[in-house]
T-cell receptor
Framework: NAGVMQNPRHLVRRRGQEARLRCSPM?????VYWYRQLPEEGLKFMVY????????ESGMPKERFSAEFPKEGPSILRIQQVVRGDSAAYFC?????????????FGPGTRLTVL | AQSVTQLDSHVSVSEGTPVLLRCNYS??????LFWYVQHPNKGLQLLLK??????LVKGINGFEAEFKKSETSFHLTKPSAHMSDAAEYFC??????????????FGQGTILTVHP
């Protein structure tokens, strides 16, 4: 059973460009969480999705950021018009259930660098 | 609301000596607590979890943690450090209340250095 997959592993964008980060959850997992890790900080929750639904986006910046988890295909975190402050590691995690008792399985992360 | 405080940003030990990484939490409900480890440029791996069963939790690679409700602590320990334990460790809380949906709240992390 393959783990959580994220691609690309490294992404370089210039200011103003768009960044698309992909996450394929573990087989059988229908719950996806996105977290952001800024330099020298712990991970911060961004958004929680189930198939075709955004359940909780309380950690997402109000502008330029969006997320989706379509019926088919990976979850996508999209950042429009990137700025230097968006440089961070973005981690995706998946879980078979949304219960707090279930661990979340993390992908290797996408490290975004904005020039 | 839930929060986690890791009391040490860096811990340095010698190989073969005990490891103690300290964590205090705040939660409105009976929380679930986790310790994750992150090796450089890698993803996060679960070391252990507490979910209201036994208060002493054993994890992988010889790590264990004890949930102490009276002290709101969940410190991570290992009797004897190995060089391969050098990494960053995160204490994490998940609030089972209805609006949290299982999302995790991370501490700031503790970087463990192991000297030969």
């Amino acid at each position: 059973n393959a783990g959580v997959m994220q691609n690309p592993r490294h992404l370089v964008r210039r200011r103003g460009q768009e960044a698309r980060l992909r996450c394929s959850p573990m087989k059988g997992h229908s719950h996806v969480y996105w977290y952001r890790q800024l330099p020298e900080e712990g991970l911060k929750f961004m958004v929680y999705l189930q198939k075709e639904n955004i359940i909780d986006e309380s950690g997402m910046p109000k502008e330029r950021f969006s997320a989706e988890f379509p019926k088919e295909g990976p979850s996508i975190l999209r950042i429009q018009q990137v700025v230097r402050g968006d440089s961070a590691a973005y981690f995706c995690a998946s879980s078979p259930l949304s219960s707090s008792y279930n661990e979340q399985f993390f992908g290797p992360g996408t490290r975004l660098t904005v020039l | 609301a839930q929060s986690v405080t890791q009391l040490d940003s860096h811990v340095s030990v010698s190989e073969g000596t005990p490891v103690l990484l300290r964590c205090n939490y705040s939660s409105s409900y009976s929380p679930s607590l986790f310790w994750y480890v992150q090796h450089p440029n890698k993803g996060l791996q679960l070391l252990l979890k507490y979910t209201s069963a036994a208060t002493l939790v054993k994890g992988i690679n010889g790590f264990e943690a004890e949930f102490k409700k009276s002290e709101t602590s969940f410190h991570l320990t290992k009797p004897s450090a190995h060089m391969s334990d050098a990494a960053e460790y995160f204490c994490v809380v998940s609030d089972p209340s209805g609006t949290s949906y299982g999302k995790l709240t991370f501490g700031q992390g503790t970087i463990l250095t192991v000297h030969p």
